[in-house]
């Protein structure tokens, strides 16, 4: 049932395999608390689908992390559709009492090794630019990424999304 890749303290860390887990991972992501705003409907809509579609998907894969039986982090990528060998980050959250414990890091670290290991040439990230996201752009930026884009209002009125990038 569980795929164990490694360990980040005493956390378990599991590749996303099965059916079961995936739904989990779906319900992980569309909780009131997972990210720092709301996600939109279009998110919320990829966040109930995408963790079971990648299960048939090579250039796809998610990532979660137990203490116990309970789900406390979560992340997945996927090749972007022109499938060039870009990949695009879908969705990373960490509970919010295990934040700051380097669980974030080491996911974004197993995510660009997935990339490079699938002879990806690229990892494109978006995120928001409100204050409770702080911490991962400060997380892309340290690694490594670029900042490449901005978009006005995108999520919604008065929040803009950031696109990073790191070269692979």
């Not at 989990?24 to 963790?51: C, M, V, W």
């Not at 974004?108 to 997935?114: C, M, S």
């Not at 990339?115 to 911490?135: M, P």
Request: glycine share 10%.
């Amino acid at each position: 049932m569980y795929n164990l890749y490694g360990y980040l303290c005493n956390y378990p860390i599991y590749i996303l395999e099965d059916i079961e887990m995936a739904i989990k991972a779906a319900q992980f992501f569309t909780r009131k608390d997972s990210f720092g705003t709301y996600l939109t409907r279009g998110e919320l809509e990829n966040a109930h689908i995408h963790p079971v579609e990648s299960l048939g998907d090579e250039k796809s894969r998610y990532w979660y992390v137990l203490d116990g039986d309970e789900m406390i982090a979560c992340a997945g990528v996927k090749e972007a559709e022109h499938k060039n060998g870009i990949f695009l980050g879908t969705f990373n959250s960490i509970k919010k009492e295990y934040r700051g414990n380097g669980i974030g890091e080491k996911l974004l670290q197993i995510t660009i090794e997935f990339v490079k290991n699938s002879e990806g040439r690229g990892l494109l990230i978006d995120t928001s630019d409100k204050e409770s996201y702080c911490t991962i752009r400060c997380l892309l930026k340290k690694i490594g990424f670029q900042q490449v884009g901005r978009f006005p209002d995108y999520y919604e009125a008065g929040e803009d999304a950031l696109w990073y990038y790191l070269n692979i």
